[in-house]
Structure formats: C-alpha cells, structure tokens
C-alpha cells in the first residue's frame, strides 16, 4: 500500500502544473491544453472573460473564446502564454478496473479524488444533441470544484476532462480525441458547428412490406420543416420518413444528430420513405451553432 501510495503521490506531482482554478465567476479547474489554453466544463463559465490561478499561485486573465454546451466544453485563452501542457495516456491502454485520479484546483492547493474506470462507452448522445464518440466514467462522484480538471492514470498522464454537467447522474471525463475535436472548432470559430437540415423528426415504425425491404424496422417521420432551410430547398416534405443519410441507418432522431456532425457544408444523400416508395434526395448541410 505504501508503493501504491506513493505512485500516486507522483502522479499527482508530474500533473499538478497542468492544473489550473477558473473563475469565471464560478470557481472551477481547468486543464492545460497548450501553451496558452486551458480546456474546462462549459457549465461553470458563465461570461466572456476569466481569472486563471497557476500552479504556483500567479493569477492570469483569460479570455473565453467559446463553448460548446452539447459537449460542455469550453476554451479560454490566457495573457501571457508560458504554460504547461497536460499530457495524454494512450486511449487504447485504459481499460475498465483501472485506478485513475480526478484532480482539481478550486482552491490555491491541487486536489486528488481516487476512483476506478467504471465504464468506457462509444457513440454515446447526451442530453444536449451531441453524440460522443467515446466517454470514461468512474465509480464515484466528483467532488466540489473539480469539473473541468483532468482524470489522470497512475502515471499522471490524463485519461481525459472531467465533467458532472453532460449526462444526467454520472461524471464523466471526455476523452482526447472528443476533446480535439472540439478545441479545434472553438478555437477557429468560436463555436462547434454542427451540420443542420432544418427539419424537426419523430421515431416512427416503418411499414412491414418497406422495413422487409431494408431490414429495418423504424426510421426519422418528418413533422416540421423549417421554410428556406436545407430540407425545403431539397425538397422534403411532411411525412417523409429518413432512414438513412449517406448510407447510415436512420431509426429516430438521434441517428440524425449523429449523422450530421461535423457535416457543415456538405451534400448528403438522404434516403426517405415517401407514400410507401423509397427515394433519395441530396441535401447539402449548413452550419448551426449546438
């Protein structure tokens, strides 16, 4: 238990640089991202500027670049840059039953939670509209303050950022790839652009001859759709029922807001349902804000 103890108490050490307070106005912990930016939950950030307190206690101000509430994630630029990195496990190492650290500053000191990998899952939606391509839980909950810091392996490498305002009852931390992902689309736009059709859809049971056809039992049923929007313009109507988008299965909504992610600008070929025939129509996407 000794050598347990102290490997963790290094780990702690070799990460602790990389963890930084926000307040913004919320106290919270943010995690290193680059030289300059610091990567934290979105829920705590509540305007455009922040404070950032260093691991040695200096404090910087930053500013908010942007949000992403479907992911909650947000990217804060700090004045003056000089700052240290958190560095990332090997995704395909972290396995179930593994002891992890959540470490959080909401206060001067770096705090540690131990916790064990409870669940890893893909292709996960989230309240918000998004669909994470991969998402770490742990077996216990976050302590106060620690939302947005970084869930570390034994080593002090993270495993990913932490989160308790994504998924309804669990805390989560968002892996590196996730995290890219959206840094980028902050980072260059101020917002994660999502691909939009314009319509509204409702999970509809496809007609038993149609569903034989396919080998699928239910699709998208369209019941609105937004004048002058990518849909009108390609010529979906009421009724129509998606089951596809580019050669995916469409079984309800979800299938379509994952569909359409980081597909801004682009035609997609939709498969529909229409009085009982199958037809394919290209819609070409526009970017929207989640």
């Known amino acids: 238990m000794l050598e347990l103890g102290d490997s963790l108490a290094v780990a702690v050490e070799r ?15 943010g995690t290193v991202w680059s030289d300059d930016l610091v990567v934290t939950a979105a829920h705590v950030v509540r305007r455009d500027d922040a404070r950032v307190r260093l691991h040695d206690g200096t404090e910087r101000a930053a500013q908010v670049i942007g949000g992403d509430p479907a992911t909650d994630v947000a990217v804060l630029r700090v004045d003056g840059g000089g700052l240290t990195p958190i560095t990332f496990a090997d995704a395909s190492a972290v396995k179930v039953g593994h002891l992890a650290l959540a470490l959080g500053r909401p206060g001067r ?29 742990s ?39 996730e995290l890219a992902r959206v840094v980028d689309e902050i980072a260059a736009h101020g917002q994660v652009r999502r691909g939009w ?11 038993d001859v149609v569903g034989a056809e396919i080998q699928q039992r239910s699709g998208a ?17 009421l009724g ?50 989640a």
Do not use: C, N, Y
Not at 249 to 274: M, T
């Open 15 to 29: 990460a602790s640089a990389s963890v930084v307070q926000v307040v913004s106005p919320r106290r919270a912990s």
């Open 109 to 137: 000191s770096v705090r540690a939670s131990l916790r064990m990998i409870g669940v890893i899952g893909t292709d996960v939606p989230t309240r918000a509209g998004a669909r994470l391509s991969r998402w770490i839980e």
């Open 139 to 177: 077996d216990r909950a976050l302590p106060a303050g620690f939302s947005g810091g970084p869930l570390v392996d034994v080593t002090g490498a993270a495993i990913g950022m932490s989160t308790d305002g994504l998924v309804r009852g669990a805390d989560l931390a968002l892996a590196k790839e």
């Open 197 to 207: 059709l314009g319509v509204a859809v409702h999970p509809v049971r496809l007609p």
């Open 221 to 237: 049923l369209i019941v609105a759709v937004e004048p002058k929007s990518p849909a009108d313009v390609a010529g979906l109507v």
């Open 240 to 289: 129509d029922v998606i089951w596809a988008i580019e050669g995916a299965k469409v079984r309800g909504p979800e299938d379509v807001i994952g569909a359409l992610r980081s597909r801004v600008d682009q035609s997609l070929r939709v498969s529909i349902v229409r009085a009982g025939k199958l037809e394919d129509r290209t819609v070409t996407t526009v970017a929207r804000a």
